[in-house]
């Protein structure tokens, strides 16, 4: 089911109870771009990954995306050999930010890609479902909070207000203001309109004719002839004319009543600007598994864009995604498992299904919940996120049926837990995952070579540089770069003593190749480029230099833990705050001693 703005408050709780209901989702999203992978080599550590993407792709943003829930229904206790009965409901969500100031990026790769696979632009610019993170919800609901109650506080004040003006009436006569003959007229002729009004089904009445002093004498004949039974106001109107809006009197619990309704009518159009977030937050709250293909991209996207800004730290990510999303499960990573793997020669998606759906492997028969909204792999939507969540649920099914899974308990299963909260990372050659519940496995290296050779060699010439040693891996970098790694790991300590020489091929150790990597970064603060030099390998401190001004020391754990290389190879820098603040600090000091040598050298 497509939803749009059209249809979102409808469907809302409907879809919370779906939610709620649900045993597991499948999720997939469309993007205005991807995050480039091409900085990723493969021997970068996941943290590496992370921060490289952090950076990439934060200026595109998810314009679809399609959820899935699945609820199982276990057979009956007379029927326990029978496969357990699995529905589902599928929603496609059109997301598309309103407002001026958001604004985001198009690759224009990604755009065709959409075209070409059938993407309805003009539903999404049309009908896209607004959507806010979370901080921006706070403060449109602490906003609108503050409204409604400083509305409710003038309406007890006016209605006081009112009530003490009755209780003074009695010295009026006094003070009337005589009616000239040339004006009874025009105060008659309004009273007899004021009286139609009352008696009719009119919201409101205006009066239009009359100079400033006739206005006078019709607010005097109101007060006097209809005080407690309508209310008046001034109001502009054509031509800039000024005259008198008379509406009929409301006592205070009808304006209370009224403005009730029109809380009702904000609230409302609170819940359309939100939006789309509304059902993310009801997915976190659920608790259960979420179920992606390949979905590193798809998670950064969604906790950057729903929720809050991802954080510069790597272990604070995986804080932050759990407290959102608890069970994650990527279909990707679990192909990897042995059982699998021996089954999957591919593990792009429509590949995957065509391998589950057949022997060893079984996806019980699932139904849809919405007759008029239903998928079928016989008539293919690839690419429409919501066929791909269902695609990806299915997929799910068929590939836990190798390990006689309980549908009903797949959180708590054995072997199903070895993969959850573990994010799959394409390009990557040994730790390919991203693990949310702890640490990632630490590898021993000495086996990788990093080497550098001539334009005009091939694989070959690498191979026939490392026969002595073994069969090699070769993973390419570029044309003049790649890493070797050796099968034979206990011929790896005689590389660098024994390879034959080649002008233009150098072969360094993978050590040697991480030292290089710290040695000289240029890193980028605002307009400022800083020159960072490692004073020695061993030593934790680095030395900041713009200008020729030092900056002072700070540890290097804090600016690698925090770096992004970007194409034209200089290197982004992610600070922790209060480093941030101090760098920014001494730099101002030093911009300030600077000024006050020019202007001395300005004197003299």
Known sequence: MDITKNN???????????????????????????????????????EEVYLRMLESGSQYIIVQFGLCAFRVEPPAEDKQDEMPHVSYKCYNFYCYPKG??????????????????????????????????EPDEQRYRADLLDRQATRAANIQVTAEEESMKETAEGSADATLIPVPAESQQLVDDTAAKIEKFLSSDETELIIGNGNAFQRKLVYQMIEQLYQGKVSTSPVVLENNYKGIKVERKRTLEEEQARDAERRTKENEDLEAKIGFSLVLQELSKSRKLIVGHNMLLDLLYVLRQFFKPLPADYQEFKKFTKEYFPYLLDTKYLCTNAEIKVHVNSSVLAHVYDVVSKEPFTIP????????HQYSVENEKQHEAGYD???????????????????????????????????????????????????????????????TFPETWRGSDIVSKFKPFGPVHISWLDSTSAFVSLHNRIAASSVLKTIGYHTGFKVYSFAQYTEMKLQVYTFIFSTFVYCVSVLSPTNSLVRVQTNGLCLGCVRVVLFYSAVVLNEDESVRVVLAPEIQQELDETNHSNRQMVKKKDKKKGKQ
Do not use: W
Not at 365 to 372: G, I, M, Q
């Open 8 to 46: 979102f408050l409808e469907q809302l709780p409907s879809i919370r109870e779906t939610i709620r209901n649900a045993s597991f989702f499948a999720m997939d999203c469309e993007f205005t771009g991807l995050a480039s992978d091409r900085t990723i080599l493969p021997f970068d550590t996941p």
């Open 365 to 372: 028969t699932v139904h849809s919940e919405l007759a008029d």
């Open 100 to 133: 001026r100031t958001n604004v985001f990026s198009c690759q224009g790769e990604s755009m065709r890609f959409l075209a070409d696979n059938g993407f309805d632009f003009n539903k999404l610019f049309r009908e896209g479902l607004s959507y806010v993170n």
């Open 389 to 451: 969540a269902y695609l990806t649920g299915l997929c799910f099914l068929g590939l836990v049926s190798r390990f006689k899974t309980d549908l009903t308990q797949l959180t708590k299963n054995t072997i199903l837990k070895h993969y959850l909260n573990r994010i799959f990372i394409t390009r990557l050659n040994d730790v390919n995952f991203i693990n949310l519940n702890g640490k990632e496995p630490s590898q021993n290296r000495d086996h990788i070579f990093f080497v």
